[in-house]
T-cell receptor
Framework: DAGITQSPRHKVTETGTPVTLRCHQT?????MYWYRQDPGHGLRLIHY???????DKGEVSDGYSVSRSKTEDFLLTLESATSSQTSVYFC??????????????FGPGTRLLVL | GQNIDQPTEMTATEGAIVQINCTYQ??????LFWYQQHAGEAPTFLSY????GLEEKGRFSSFLSRSKGYSYLLLKELQMKDSASYLC????????????FGTGTLLAVQP
């Protein structure tokens, strides 16, 4: 358990509304990531953070923004939700594993449905 | 480009052995990871390889050949609870620890 929580766990919203998903970690990890997971596409990186106020884009960042104002929280915002953003969103942190490697550990996920 | 290939689905029998293959083409290589994901749940870390050869962890083993861009996950003494998706992921170059994931292999274990 890497001490990661996500909220909300489920959300239904309408097209055009803003949505913010929260990822919270309790163990002071530097790196945090947001992924989406869709059938046939696997996990795709949206944005990641390498420190407070330090963020960068992943492969599917269009339509998403992020903020990290403190170490423990990484927020993902859909400024104007579209049906194509219906997905399962996972947050992850990076921590050193048993073999000394940096390993990503995932939060429980948020299921988002955009109608 | 960057590409990771895995079979989409596999079926195996309880008590048997199954091998899930993964081939990759990435710009830079800094380790290969296997994750297990049960339906409706988050991926959980299974194994890591960065050098060629076999890493064994209980019933699960993972193999890597960097020259061939190839890995496999070997599951022995299959149990019904091993029914899940298995995700292969490669960490490329750079210091950001970013992973590139394959689309996953859905394994169904039958009695």
């Amino acid at each position: 358990d890497a001490g990661i929580t996500q909220s909300p766990r489920h959300k239904v919203t309408e097209t055009g509304t803003p949505v913010t998903l929260r990822c919270h970690q309790t163990e002071n990890h530097r790196y945090m990531y947001w992924y989406r997971q869709d059938p046939g596409h696997g996990l795709r990186l949206i944005h990641y953070s390498y420190g407070v106020k330090d963020t960068d884009k992943g492969e599917v960042s269009d339509g998403y923004s992020v903020s990290r104002s403190k170490t423990e929280d990484f927020l993902l915002t859909l400024e104007s939700a579209t049906s194509s953003q219906t997905s399962v969103y996972f947050c992850a942190i990076s921590d050193r594993g048993r073999q000394g490697q940096e390993t990503q550990y995932f939060g429980p996920g948020t299921r988002l449905l955009v109608l | 480009g960057q590409n990771i290939d895995q079979p989409t689905e596999m079926t195996a029998t309880e008590g048997a052995i199954v091998q899930i293959n993964c081939t990759y083409q990435t710009s830079g290589f800094n380790g290969l990871f296997w994750y297990q994901q049960h339906a409706g749940e988050a991926p959980t870390f299974l194994s890591y390889n960065v050098l060629d050869g076999l890493e064994e962890k209980g019933r699960f083993s993972s193999f890597l050949s960097r020259s061939k861009g190839y890995s496999y996950l070997l599951l022995k003494e299959l149990q019904m609870k091993d029914s899940a998706s298995y995700l292969c992921a490669v960490r490329g170059g750079g210091a950001t620890n970013k992973l590139i994931f394959g689309t996953g292999t859905l394994l169904a274990v039958q009695p």
